[in-house]
């Protein structure tokens, strides 16, 4: 189920500037030739970060969002400060087999065999019709991002938007989860 965004908050070219700039590029890692792009120097730089949470906020403090569902890992941690920052829950996509109680699974496909995430069947408790915000640090090929919908939806969830910090837009993992919801990405690269 397709939701709308309502704000349309935006960066200044200056912010995207320090966010950018925030991001550390790490040559050749994890293989030679990938250019990997390091979030740990915007989380431990307080002021980008900071920037960060309160654009997110600006952008979707008029949704009425019941929960924030977050990628396993570093979705959970863009995740769980806009939930707190939004008074509202924090729901966590997984690997298969690290949640401890009954779930819902969705396997998707890599470029070399296949995955899978899991929600907790209960995630979004009693409410009828959540609304729901999917967030994590980069979309690339957009399979764990198109998995972790699915699974939002087929709890009967209204999957309001997508949120990534970075888009790697060589690739067509937003344009993939498109298909199915709005992306937003705050940084192109």
């Not at 070219?13 to 740990?40: A, C, M, Y």
């Not at 569902?69 to 509202?88: M, N, V, Y």
């Not at 949640?99 to 995955?115: I, N, Q, V």
């Not at 009828?128 to 090929?141: C, F």
């Amino acid at each position: 189920m397709k939701g709308n965004i309502v704000s349309k908050e935006i960066l200044t070219q200056k912010e995207r500037d320090t966010l950018l700039n925030s991001i550390r590029t790490v040559e050749d890692f994890p293989k030679p030739g990938i250019h990997f792009k390091d979030i740990t120097t915007l989380l431990n730089n307080h002021e980008a970060f900071e920037l960060l949470m309160q654009h997110l906020e600006d952008r979707y403090k008029k949704e009425n969002l019941d929960f924030i569902a977050g990628i396993e890992a570093r979705g959970f941690l863009f995740g769980t400060a806009l939930a707190t920052r939004l008074k509202i829950g924090f729901v966590p996509i997984r690997k298969k087999g690290k949640l401890p109680s009954t779930t819902l699974c969705e396997k998707y496909e890599l470029e070399y065999g296949f995955d899978e995430v899991e929600i907790h069947f209960d995630a979004f408790g009693d409410i009828k019709n959540p609304r729901v915000l999917l967030i994590d640090d980069l979309i690339v090929s957009g399979g764990t991002a198109y998995a972790a919908s699915n699974l939002i939806e087929k709890l009967n969830a209204t999957l309001v938007e997508a949120c990534f910090i970075l888009n790697f837009s060589i690739l067509s993992g937003k344009a993939k989860l498109q298909e199915k919801t709005s992306v937003y990405s705050v940084l192109e690269i």
